[in-house]
């Protein structure tokens, strides 16, 4: 049988980064579950929700965001040098254009957890304003939403670990390696983009209302 | 690709729509439930659970509408089971590697279970599993980087 013209030759989407997206897809639902019983909640008690909102430092949220949102461009700095097959940087430590997705990932990595350190601190600072886990409905949903994504972004810590090591573990950076750091990457700008939807609603919508 | 697109953006449309209609709905015909909530508050609240959950199963649609939109344009081609004048063995090319077997899910299953059974039931037991499944992802992401497969 002859192969139709032009369909040979065609690079077929990879079914590493297809999965990833259906999963990223349920996790749009889990955290859907999140943000409903924020607004669920919300709605119920608008008085307690002012006064407990406004013990929150959105300087210090807006920060800790900005660092998350500057990892997701780091990341996908790496994905770029994925894409070139260049694992290792070639030229010196402080030559960013010469970078490969080892240091790229390590940058990302260390302002994710910068940004999970953060997150403790202002959760540790909370408990000194008497906002815990247990002390009312705003705190529930507060510590719950934001630590399951925090948890999510510890993942992400992890993953970007596992895939620095994958790169290290083989002499010749290969297609293979570059679908891993680009599944990561998905992942990792998802993550990105649920915190941003967090942030507007814990941290904006007091300011608004 | 190009008929799963359609599929997909069809989708986040219905639900982009229900979510709207939903959310109007719940207000033209509050709830027992809403009611209450607006005699403490005094303002009566949308059903949100179903607002934001039919939202978002938009925005589930939308994201793999939009995911498979930017692969059909870097592809730069339909693929075989998009055209008519296709053949069935245009369709049979190398999707990548798989692996035959493996008991690294199988341990990691393990561990996670006995993670969340301690949560359950007593932390001690999260603590025994943590390091089960710790080892299991390892071996997991590992399994064809060491050994034979080492390169």
Do not use: C
């Not at chain 1, 906002?131 to 992890?158: E, K, P, R």
């Not at chain 2, 063995?89 to 993670?115: Q, T």
């Amino acid at each position: 049988m002859s192969p139709a013209p032009g369909s040979h030759g065609i690079s077929r989407p990879n079914p590493t980064q297809v999965g990833t997206i259906v999963w990223l897809g349920s996790e749009v639902m889990f955290f859907a579950g999140l943000f409903a019983v924020f607004f669920t909640l919300r709605a119920n008690s608008p008085q307690l929700w002012a006064e407990q909102s406004s013990k929150l430092d959105i300087t210090y949220a807006a920060i800790n965001t900005t660092i998350l949102v500057l990892s997701s461009v780091t990341a996908q700095m790496g994905v770029r040098a994925a894409e070139r097959l260049q694992g290792r940087r070639t030229g010196g430590l402080f030559n960013l254009a010469k970078w490969g997705t080892v240091e790229w990932f390590f940058l990302s990595f260390a302002m994710g957890a910068t940004f999970v350190v953060g997150q403790i601190y202002e959760y540790g600072n909370l408990v000194t304003e008497h906002i815990g886990f247990q002390s009312d409905s705003f705190g529930s949903v507060f510590y719950f939403a934001t630590g399951f994504h925090g948890l999510h972004v510890t993942g992400g810590l992890i993953a970007f670990l596992l895939v620095i090591g994958r790169i290290f573990a083989v002499k010749r950076f290969t297609h293979k390696e570059a679908v891993s750091a680009i599944a990561i990457s998905y992942y990792w700008h998802f993550v990105d983009v649920v915190w941003i939807a967090l942030f507007f609603a814990v941290y904006v919508l007091p300011l608004l209302s | 690709m190009r008929t799963n697109i359609w599929l997909f953006a069809i989708l986040s449309t219905f639900f982009g729509a229900s979510a709207a209609v939903y959310a109007g709905w719940s207000l033209i015909e509050p709830t027992g439930y809403q009611l209450s909530v607006a005699e403490l508050t005094g303002v009566v609240p949308p059903e949100w659970v179903g607002t934001v959950g039919i939202s978002l199963s938009s925005i589930l649609a939308l994201f793999i509408t939009f995911y498979l939109w930017r692969t059909q344009a870097s592809v730069g081609a339909d693929l075989p089971e998009d055209r008519t004048d296709a053949g069935i063995d245009d369709g049979d090319p190398e999707v990548g590697f798989f692996s035959p077997w493996s008991w690294w899910p199988l341990a990691l299953a393990f561990g996670l279970a006995l993670m969340f059974l301690g949560l359950a039931i007593g932390v001690w037991i999260t603590i025994i599993g943590a390091p089960i499944a710790a080892i299991s992802v390892v071996g997991w992401v590992y399994e064809y980087y060491r050994g034979n497969f080492a390169r």
